[in-house]
C-alpha cells in the first residue's frame, strides 16, 4: 500500500492510450501507464490462417499514419502486417447512385492502411518497453477516483494509490474514469449493432475498401493481406439495425456467407469462409467537456462515433497528438501539465474537429437509412453528381484521410 507521484497518469493502454505513453517518452516526465489488461508481451507473429487476424481492425488515414511514423511505431506495424489501399467503392443498394474514389484523384500514395488493432497495440508498447520513465502497472484497475484541490488520486485495486499532476483517461467507450470524475456526455443509441468478421472471398478485393449502403446499415469490406496460398480476405464491419444483427448471428457459417455473399452483391464472388462473429452495439457518445483541472479525456472517453468512415480512432489519435503537444509545451515551460490554461488548448483544437465528423456521419446515417422516395432520389442523384464533380470529390477524398486544410 504506497502512495507514489507522477506528472501524468494514463488510464487504458488501447491505442490512444499507448499511443499518449509513446509520445510523452523521453522527455524527462514522470509518466504512470495503468491497464486492466496484461500489456503484450511482444511483437505477434503474422498466424497464416483466417483465425489468425484480429476481428478488430481499423482504417487508418494518412495522417493517422504521419503521427505513428513520428513516434517510431509505423515500422512495428508494417513488420507485422498491413494492408493499404489506393480506392474506395461505395454504392447504394436501392438504386444507382455509386462514387468511386482512387488515390490518383489526389496524388497520394494510399487512400488510407487496415491495420489490426492489436498489432498497432504492439508496436506502440515497444515504443515504451522498458522505458526508465514510464511505469507500467498491468494487469491493474483503478478502483476509486478521489479528488483533491486540482489532484485526482487514483485508489488502484492492488491497494497502490497514485497522485498525479494530470490524469488522462484513456479507457474506452465506456470510460470508469469519465463516469467517476461526474463529466456529462450526450449520447444516443443508432440503433445498430456491428458485427465484424474476417471471411475469404472468391475474388481480389482489388486494393479497395467496398461498402454498399442498405437500408438496414452500410457493410463495409476491408481488405486485408492475401494469404500466401493466394486466398483473399477482408474485414468485415456490418452495421445493421438490432432484429437483423441476431439473425445474422444466429447463423451457421454456411448461412452467413451465403447472406454476406448477397448483401455485397457478390462484387468479389462468392463468401467462401467466415471466421466467427463478433458483434459491438453502437452509440453516439460525446462528452460536454474534454478536461476539469488535472484531468483529460480522450479518445473513445471522450467521443464515439458510427464505425461507417472508419474515423473513431483516427479522430482519437489526432486527440493524443494535440494533447501531447500541450502538455510537452507545458513542461518545457515549466508548467504543471494540469493547468486548465494547458488543457484548453487541446479541448479547444480537437473538440470542433470531433463535432464536425460526428455530425457528418449522423448525416450519412439517416440520408442512406431513409427509405423515403424522394430522399432515395436525391441520394442517388446525389452520389452521381459528386462522382461526377472532380474538385469536390478531391475535396471529400481529403477529409476522409485527415489531409484537408
Ligand atoms: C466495429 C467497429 C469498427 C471500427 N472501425 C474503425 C476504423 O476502421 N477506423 C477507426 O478509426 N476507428 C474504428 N473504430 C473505432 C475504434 O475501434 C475505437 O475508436 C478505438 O478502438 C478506441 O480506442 P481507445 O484506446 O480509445 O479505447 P479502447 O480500445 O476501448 O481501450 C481502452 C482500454 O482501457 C482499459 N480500461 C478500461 N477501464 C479501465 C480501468 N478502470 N482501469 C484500467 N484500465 C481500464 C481497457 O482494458 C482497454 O484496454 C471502430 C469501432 C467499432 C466498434
Not at 456526455?185 to 467496398?210: F, M, S
Not at 501531447?324 to 515551460?333: D, K, P, Q, Y
Request: aromatic share 6%.
Amino acid at each position: 500500500m504506497a502512495e507514489h507521484s507522477f506528472d501524468v497518469t494514463i488510464v487504458g493502454a488501447g491505442i490512444a492510450g499507448s499511443a499518449l505513453a509513446a509520445a510523452l517518452t523521453g522527455h524527462g516526465l514522470s509518466i504512470a501507464l495503468v491497464e486492466a489488461r496484461a500489456l503484450p508481451a511482444g511483437r505477434s507473429e503474422p498466424a497464416p490462417g483466417l483465425d489468425g487476424f484480429d476481428a478488430r481492425v481499423s482504417a487508418l488515414t494518412p495522417r493517422s499514419q504521419a503521427f505513428l511514423e513520428r513516434l517510431g511505431a509505423w515500422a512495428g506495424v508494417t513488420a507485422v502486417r498491413a494492408c493499404p489501399y489506393r480506392h474506395m467503392t461505395v454504392w447504394d443498394a436501392e438504386g444507382t447512385g455509386a462514387i468511386e474514389f482512387d488515390v490518383d484523384e489526389v496524388g497520394a500514395p494510399a487512400l488510407g492502411t487496415i491495420v489490426e488493432n492489436r498489432v498497432l497495440v504492439e508496436a506502440l508498447v515497444e515504443r515504451f518497453r522498458g522505458a526508465a520513465d514510464v511505469t507500467v502497472r498491468a494487469p491493474e484497475r483503478v478502483d476509486r477516483v478521489v479528488r483533491e484541490g486540482s489532484q485526482v488520486v487514483l485508489a488502484l485495486a492492488g491497494g497502490d494509490t497514485l497522485r498525479s499532476k494530470l490524469v488522462v483517461a484513456a479507457d474506452g467507450a465506456l470510460s470508469p474514469l469519465r463516469e467517476a470524475l461526474g463529466f456529462r456526455t450526450r449520447e444516443w443509441d443508432y440503433g445498430h449493432r456491428a458485427i465484424v468478421a474476417t471471411v475469404q472471398l472468391e475474388r481480389p478485393h482489388a486494393a479497395t475498401a467496398w461498402q454498399r449502403f442498405l437500408p438496414t446499415g452500410p457493410l463495409a469490406l476491408l481488405p486485408l493481406p492475401d494469404g500466401e496460398d493466394g486466398s483473399h480476405r477482408c474485414s468485415i464491419v456490418w452495421s445493421i439495425e438490432e432484429a437483423q444483427a441476431e439473425e445474422l448471428l444466429a447463423l451457421d457459417e454456411a448461412g452467413f456467407c451465403a447472406a454476406l455473399g448477397a448483401a455485397s452483391e457478390h462484387r468479389l464472388g462468392a463468401v467462401l469462409a467466415s471466421t466467427r462473429r463478433l458483434a459491438f452495439p453502437l452509440r453516439q457518445r460525446h462528452a460536454v467537456d474534454y478536461i476539469a483541472p488535472g484531468v483529460a479525456l480522450v479518445a473513445d472517453a471522450a467521443h464515439t462515433i458510427h464505425p461507417l468512415a472508419g474515423q473513431g480512432i483516427n479522430l482519437g489519435l489526432a486527440d493524443v497528438e494535440v494533447l501531447a503537444a500541450e502538455v510537452l509545451r507545458a513542461a518545457e515551460r515549466g508548467l504543471d501539465p494540469g493547468r486548465l490554461d494547458v488543457l484548453r488548448r487541446y479541448q479547444r483544437e480537437r473538440k470542433g474537429d470531433n463535432l464536425l465528423m460526428m455530425a457528418a456521419m449522423e448525416g450519412f446515417k439517416r440520408l442512406f437509412g431513409a427509405r423515403a422516395l424522394p430522399v432515395r432520389w436525391l441520394r442517388n442523384s446525389g452520389l452521381r453528381l459528386v462522382d461526377g464533380a472532380v474538385p469536390l470529390k478531391r475535396e471529400l477524398i481529403r477529409q476522409a484521410m485527415g489531409v484537408a486544410r
